[in-house]
């Protein structure tokens, strides 16, 4: 029974970690510091690359978009493995100058949170900072609905009573997977 309590206890805080944005304190491209946690409020798109990773130009260019026309959501650029300078460098070779808020991650410590597998990739939180669902790359479904700034139009049907999704596909960026 004492080890079945225990089992429990630990599925509990094992899930916990997963359901809530990450409690990170991270530097902003400008240098000032946030905390993850003080995006609340509003839906997150929170868009997890690294300048080595296949894609992430265009979906940058995409995510300016969406932050330009999506009031009613935080949009964050979060870089990993990365220093600033390494961010302004990959905005300047793509030719934007960043609409969305920029978070550096060069210690990659959102893997200690959600198991990052495929980058690019887009992590979507609600108002209250719960985790609805993660996508490889920056997903159709967001795009699509670029001109919409209705709170539905951001498919949040995700929140089923099945629970969120993890999607995970195997790439070149296992150097990402801690332990």
Same mark, same amino acid.
């Given at each position: %029974? ?16 997963? $359901? ?11 240098? !000032?510091?946030? #905390?993850?946690?003080?995006? &609340?409020? =509003? &839906?997150?798109?929170? /868009?997890?690359? !690294? ?16 932050? $330009?026309?999506? =009031?009613?959501? /935080? ?6 493995? %990365? %220093?600033?300078?390494?961010?302004? =460098? ?16 060069? $210690?990659? @410590? ?12 887009? /992590? ?10 993660? /996508?490889?790359?920056?997903? $159709? ?6 001109? #919409?700034?209705? !709170?539905? !139009?951001?498919?949040?049907? #995700?929140?089923? #009573? ?9 790439? =070149?960026?296992?150097?990402?997977? @801690?332990?």
């Amino acid at each position: %029974m004492r080890l079945l309590g225990l089992f429990l206890a630990l599925l509990l805080v094992s899930c916990t970690q997963r $359901e809530v944005i990450p409690p990170l304190s991270l530097e902003t491209l400008d240098g !000032s510091k946030v #905390s993850l946690n003080q995006f &609340k409020g =509003k &839906k997150i798109v929170l /868009y997890v690359w !690294s300048r080595t990773c296949a894609g992430h130009s265009e979906q940058l260019k995409l995510l300016n978009e969406l932050s $330009e026309k999506r =009031k009613d959501l /935080y949009v964050i650029s979060y870089a990993v493995a %990365m %220093m600033r300078e390494d961010v302004v =460098k990959s905005y300047r070779d793509i030719g934007i100058s960043p609409e969305f808020i920029t978070v550096l991650d060069p $210690e990659v @410590k959102f893997n200690d949170y959600y198991r990052i597998v495929f980058l690019p990739s887009t /992590y979507l939180f609600d108002e209250k900072g719960r985790f609805i669902k993660s /996508y490889p790359g920056l997903p $159709e479904d967001i795009l699509s609905n670029l001109n #919409s700034s209705s !709170s539905n !139009s951001l498919l949040l049907s #995700s929140i089923a #009573s099945s629970g969120p999704t993890l999607i995970s596909l195997p790439t =070149k960026s296992w150097a990402f997977v @801690k332990g």
